[in-house]
């Protein structure tokens, strides 16, 4: 979608190694929210973001969310290879009836 | 087990042929999605349905039919008039009040042209 641009399209990074991927809108949302790819498989639901300036972490996967609301970061801490996949932002713009994605970023942590 | 599932993992479609992709789950959501997904990017939104008997058309539905005859069910057509069918599609149910602040997907269908 044109309408959140995803960076980097891809990231190689060292076992061990800290990241960040960002998402960034067009248009002010209503909600963003991280999911998760394995290669050839669904999407997993990872985090959703609806407050301005909201940060939220799991694991060691963090995700912030700008006062503004179009613009989110992923940040992972210590990457492993089971955080290798595709990371991909979902949005709920105002006056939409689905949510609408980034093409996401891909992820290869080398061990 | 609850979740979502599709069938079957890969397709192959003849030129001409209509071909069916599956989409059943135990979760009990009223919404659900049907997305394609192309290389390098993001998914795109064919059709969804937000209650049974009800559907409406996404950015991309020309070359797609569905139905939603039973709650667990939403099976997608490709057509023939679907010129390049060849991607990944993926089936989603949806939590929320609007139907899909959180999405729940399934394993998806490769389909590809022969």
């Known amino acids: 979608s044109q309408e959140l641009e995803q960076s980097p399209q891809s990231l190689i990074v060292q076992e061990g190694k800290n990241l960040t991927i960002n998402c960034t809108s067009s248009k002010t949302l209503y909600g963003l929210y991280w999911y998760k790819q394995k290669y050839g498989e669904g999407l997993i639901f990872l985090m959703m973001?609806?407050?301005?300036?909201e940060e939220k972490s799991h694991e060691k996967i963090t995700a912030k969310l700008d006062e503004k609301k179009q613009q989110s970061s992923l940040h992972i801490t210590a990457s492993q290879p089971s955080h290798a996949g595709i990371y991909l932002c979902?949005?709920?713009?105002?006056?939409?009836?689905?949510?609408?994605f980034g093409a996401g970023t891909r992820l290869t942590v080398k061990p | 087990d609850g979740g979502i599932t599709q069938s079957p993992k890969y397709l192959f479609r003849k030129e001409g042929q209509n071909v069916t992709l599956s989409c059943e789950q135990n979760l009990n959501h009223d919404a659900m999605y049907w997305y394609r997904q192309d290389p390098g990017q993001g998914l795109r939104l064919i059709y969804y349905?937000?209650?049974?008997?009800?559907?409406q058309k996404g950015d991309i539905a020309e070359g797609y039919s569905v139905s939603r005859e039973k709650k667990e069910s939403f099976p997608l057509t490709v057509t023939s008039a679907q010129k390049n069918p060849t991607a990944f599609y993926l089936c989603?149910?949806?939590?929320?009040?609007?139907?899909?602040?959180?999405?729940?997907f399934g394993s998806g269908t490769q389909l590809s042209v022969l």
């Open positions: 979902g949005a709920d713009f105002p006056g939409n009836n689905d949510m609408r």
């Open positions: 973001l609806q407050k301005g300036g």
């Open positions: 349905s937000q209650i049974v008997n009800d559907f």
């Open positions: 989603a149910t949806g939590q929320g009040a609007r139907g899909f602040e959180k999405l729940f």
